[in-house]
């Protein structure tokens, strides 16, 4: 018998600026599966009145493998001698982006390692050039730039960027990522609003030395940060890294933590992440788009490379094709009543223009106007 109804404590969550930690915890520490149940289901009713049933689809080149940094998890770590590296060259981003603007996919995201080879300018005229020969919103995950950088990109019409904080508490940050800080992390995400970008930031679920506790703090972070989109996703531990004998992520955690933040921040884009489909041998993802998720990425990375952006394991099949993981996820979707969007997607904010100065942080969104260009 559980102790106490679970919804005044959703309708709390979902209602705060500022949530009481002690909820949060509550909610990611269920065990009951019928609590667990509705937990889920809440999440998919906000998901479903804020933003719809419609699942935008982003599709995804890594167009570099190569890192400076030696984050405790990640396969592109510096630190990974055995991995061999590539960079794409601007007319193979090209033709990639081509390839994506052929599907009818409204949004490219191009990703990389923090590549210290890769200029600024470089960048700058490929995502002018895609955005001059396709109709498309661009997307940038490339890492921690200085402000120049991100101003130039934003100038040349990149239109959001992806920048995960990976966890909110600042000595986990900084034990999980060598050499890198916490406040210089903020700093960039703090650039990216103010530069107009619609910014998205996530973390990671089930890394060493997080708790109950940390990971309630984690998802405060997020909601403090104001954003357009939230990505939840399981760690998954590959042998190459600091954390390589690390057990992976539990998915039911996983999935608390991504209702958790959809009840938070209503109005979020949020992936199924792609890690949820290589957790445990099953795909989850659908699992995912009924626990408050309404975002998914396919890969568009040349398939020649494919294999070689190994953030974690499985992460990289080489023979999975577009257009087939495409037919599946449409599978999927219908069986959850539910259909993919192939058009922009852009984030709700952006669609209603600026939010009252009331509930952003102060400065926050200075700047901030409207970038559906
Ligand atoms: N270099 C860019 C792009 C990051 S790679 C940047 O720093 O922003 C994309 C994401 O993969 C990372 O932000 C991280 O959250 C995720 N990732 C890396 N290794 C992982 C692992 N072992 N398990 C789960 N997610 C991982």
Known sequence: ????????????????????????????????????ERLFDFADEVRRRHVGDAIPVRAIVEFSNHCRNRCAYCGLQAGNAVLERYRL?????????????????????????????????????VIERIKTR??????????????????LWRRCGANRYLLKIETGVPDRYERLHPAMSFENRRRCLK???????????????????????????????LKACGLDMVSVG??????????????????????????????????AHMPA????????????????????????????????????YDIYPG???????TAATLAQLEATASILGRQLDYSRGDCIRTLRGPLPPSICQPGYYAGKITNAM
């Open 89 to 125: 060259d601007a007319g193979q981003v090209l033709k990639a982006a081509g390839r994506v603007a052929d599907m009818g996919i409204g949004t490219v995201v191009l990703q990389s390692g923090e590549d210290p080879r890769m200029p600024a300018e470089w960048l700058g005229e």
């Open 134 to 151: 396709f109709d498309m919103a661009v997307t940038l995950s490339v890492g921690e730039r200085s402000r120049d950088d991100y101003t």
């Open 234 to 267: 399981p760690f998954i531990p590959h042998p190459h890294t600091a954390l390589g004998g690390q057990p992976a992520a539990d998915l039911m955690l996983t999935l608390k933590a991504l209702a958790v933040a959809r009840i938070l921040m209503p109005d």
């Open 315 to 321: 992460g990289a099949p080489v023979d999975a094709d």
């Open 1 to 36: 018998m559980a102790f106490a109804r679970i919804e005044p404590c959703l309708e709390r969550v979902h209602e705060a600026e500022t949530p009481r930690r002690t909820d949060l915890e509550r909610l990611l520490g269920l065990t009951d599966p019928a609590d667990i």
């Open 273 to 308: 992440t792609t890690a949820l489909a290589y957790l445990d041998g099953v795909d989850r993802r659908a699992a995912a788009l009924a626990a408050g998720a309404n975002v998914i990425m396919v890969k568009c990375t040349p398939y020649e490379v494919r294999r070689l």
């Open 191 to 221: 650039d990216l609003a103010e530069l107009g970008y619609q910014v998205g930031s996530g973390i990671i679920v089930g890394l060493r030395g997080q708790t109950i506790a940390t990971l309630a703090d984690d998802i405060i972070f």
